[in-house]
Nanobody, 131 residues
C-alpha cells in the first residue's frame, strides 16, 4: 500500500523556522514527484513546492520562494520541506502528496503544483505561526 506520512508541524513565532518531513512507502520513489500543499482555514488548498525525485528538480510557489527549500533523502524515502522566515500567513495544515510518471511533456513547472497532478495523499500536519 502507498503511504505518505507527514510530520514536523508545530507552533513557532514569526520569523522562525520549521522542517517538515514526508516519509513515503509503497511505490517506486525515484519515479515520482513529491509535492507539498497547504490549506489555511477558509482558504483553498495551495500547492507550494514540489521535488522531482528522479532528477532533483524543485519547484516553488511565489508565496514561498526564497523562504522554503525542498530536498529528498532517497535512501530514507523521505522528502523535507525547510521553512524559514515564517509569517502568520503561513499558518495552515501542510500535506504531502505523490504524483507518478506521466507522458513526456505533460508535466510543467506550473502543473506540478496543482493537486490534480497527484495520485496519493498523506495526512496533514498543522503549522501555526504566531505574531
Amino acid at each position: 500500500d502507498v503511504q505518505l506520512q507527514a510530520s514536523g508541524g508545530g507552533s513557532v513565532q514569526a520569523g522562525g523556522s520549521l522542517r517538515l518531513s514526508c516519509a513515503a512507502s509503497g511505490f517506486i520513489f525515484e519515479d515520482y514527484d513529491i509535492g507539498w500543499f497547504r490549506q489555511a482555514p477558509g482558504k483553498e488548498r495551495e500547492g507550494i513546492s514540489c521535488i522531482s525525485i528522479g532528477d532533483g528538480n524543485t519547484y516553488f510557489a511565489d508565496s514561498v520562494k526564497g523562504r522554503f527549500t525542498i530536498s529528498s533523502d532517497n535512501a530514507k524515502r523521505t522528502v523535507y520541506l525547510q521553512m524559514n522566515s515564517l509569517t502568520p500567513e503561513d499558518t495552515a495544515i501542510y500535506s504531502c502528496a505523490a504524483g507518478g510518471p506521466r507522458t513526456a511533456g505533460v508535466l510543467t513547472p506550473q502543473n506540478r503544483l496543482l493537486h490534480l497532478r497527484y495520485d496519493y495523499w498523506g495526512q496533514g500536519t498543522l503549522v501555526t505561526v504566531s505574531s
